[in-house]
């Protein structure tokens, strides 16, 4: 492989060699998915070949997305359907580290409540910490109609106020949790993850930080964040990942109260300096890649466009290596 | 009247010579509305008389609001249901002021529209300034059914997005919105104002601020804003409030495509230095008038609590004059 000078220090993967050099050094695989194996409802060319090759391999393969309107029950429906291989316990959405963040950092009291503006992806995964949860999918909160402090009446049992994407995002969700956060004492405010944009097949719609963006303004005090790139996403995955990184399969465990973050002993078969993180966008996944020490490959079939990491105007993230598409580690194929 | 040390230089008002003074002082006189002359819809204790005290004194009296969701013909109408008098060219809101500004300053051509994110007032003053427009209270839009841009044909000849207080905001709105602004070339990002948030009889509820929010960090970029702070608010005034300074009342004139910002021998009777904005928010009323070089009054009867003037963590923003309420005058009629 060789360090293009206009790829700033990104190496440029291109070779047989280069993607053999990748297999070699690294055991465990993060994915981020929309923009890197599949775009919209079409699997990204080679994508399935290229997962096989790495599992005949013995690599730790795991799934990482932001997207947190579905739960990782949900998104395992997404890969079916899009015959890509993958097990639940190798899935980690922003919803599901939301969840554990609350039940197992925050540690919301069992008699408090989260309100919740997202979707029921999200509150799916509430149901599995045992948070207890109001607004959400909730009717009368999915309303045009107008909203009125003096004929609502507050929870005073709210302890938190989570975001996702929530595409029936409306003014009334947006005053109760504006009004959660600013009278109850204590009241944290969350948000699943802050992507600016969310790719479709057709174009860009608003993310999911354009969903908390109001509480934010109105507020005037940015949320905790757990999706890419913080910390708190990775620390979930290290919690729970090791028997799924032993090819445990669906068992369902990890899950529930017991959830913890790591302790040292737990991170025996997650070494950062032989995982790395596959994404294509470079202030989620290669940063989220950056904050946890991992190494970053970037694909250019998703957010990040060529000129973003050459040109005058590139990026300061630069991920450790770049190529077009994951389905170039084919080449390891022939 | 004298300087406190405790309210920075802001000088603490209370005794009839006090007010006298002011009187003497200033010949126009601009009102914030709510949180000034009223809250909710309770009229400020003794707002009438001192109004009519300083008309009774010939002196110009002006309504300068942030408020866009009402036409100035509506919140005429609000006026006359408080009882408050007042004539539709004595009104500014910053849905007028937006409507005048794409008009006469952007000069949005005919063949343009313009896509809303906004109630029925700001769409009847983009009427009334002969400006097409899409989007605002439309049916099609007011919805919280799914978007699709597969489905969507866009409107080319969209060349301005407007942003005000929307309790109708939706992601099929932010949807289009944003999709014009990074489609259409050329495509101006405008909000009639920012406030955090609206001030209600019962509490506060999320502002115009928070409806471009969104906008505002899908885009990466500032939106250009008419409302007050900002100077455009006051060219729009200057540039129409001659014949009101002088009692012509409510005939129509100054509307339509000939508004125009003011020449220099249009300002004769709005004298700066002799004009006082009365507001009860430093970060727009009292910037406002800051930012044209008028005198300020800050009321405690609205947004900013005492504590934001005095004591430790002193806003910069700085008023010339502090009186509790403006119902404080009436000792003029002592």
Redesign the interface.
Known sequence: MTVSATTSMAARLSSREDYAGLLDKYDTWLFDCDGVLWQGDKVIDGATDVLQLLRHHKKSVLFVTNNATKSRKNYKKKFDSLGVEAHVDEIFGSAYAAAVYISSVMKLPKDKKVYVIGMSGLEEELDEEGIAHIGGTDPED???G?????TWTPDPSVGAVVCGL??????TK??KA??YL??NPGCRFLVTNED??YP????????A???S??????L?QDPTAVGKPNRTMLDCIRANVAPAARGVGDAKRGHGVNVRLPSPADRHDFDPKRTIMVGDRLNTDIEFGQVGGLSTLLVLTGITKESEITGPNVSPTVPDYVTGSIGDLRALLS
């Not at 107008?146 to 003096?150: D, E, Y």
């Not at 929530?166 to 003014?171: A, E, G």
């Not at 479709?200 to 993310?207: Q, Y």
């Open positions: 999915n309303t045009l107008s909203f009125s402090l003096a929530d595409t029936s995002v409306n003014y947006l005053s504006f009004n600013t009278r600016s944009t479709t097949a057709d174009g860009l719609l608003p993310g930080g354009t969903v963006a109001p509480l934010r303004y109105a005037g």
